[in-house]
């Protein structure tokens, strides 16, 4: 099982509906669109996965989707990047996690603790594949970037050696 830990407000500024939902300080609307902006890409079932929001849970409340999705929220004094990095000091094996943040610093802590970083941009572009359950890799065709997961690309960097995925 991988571990994805995700910088909410840094991936939703990424995200032209959520950054708009931001402008207007509709927070709960902004969360719920950012859940489903994970859910639509990653396997939430199979995977471990936590977005960390800045803000402490009362302020903003719990999203109303139905989800295996782990929720956080920094109190402050600490914000989400202080959290993901106490979750990865925390973990007993950082190499199956990824990190999902454009956020330099999170990313350098990230590489320094041992697990993987995408940048908000890459994974926001990244489209799950949906084809009738059956991958391109068993129908022995060339994979479409457009259409294949971001663990599939993961997976791929990782056989060719890329350290940093």
Known sequence: MRTYLIDGYNLGHKIPQVKQFLNQ????????????????????????????FDGKKGIFEQPSLATTIEIKFSRKPQEADDVIRQLLRQANDTSDTVVISSDRAIINSAKDLGARSVTSEEFYSSKKQKRSGRTSMENNEKPDPDQVDLDYWLEQFRKNGDEDL
Request: no cysteine.
């Open 25 to 52: 300080r509709d927070f709960a609307a902004a969360i719920e669109m950012i859940i489903q902006v994970v859910q639509q890409r990653l396997n939430t079932r199979k995977n471990r996965v936590i977005i960390v």
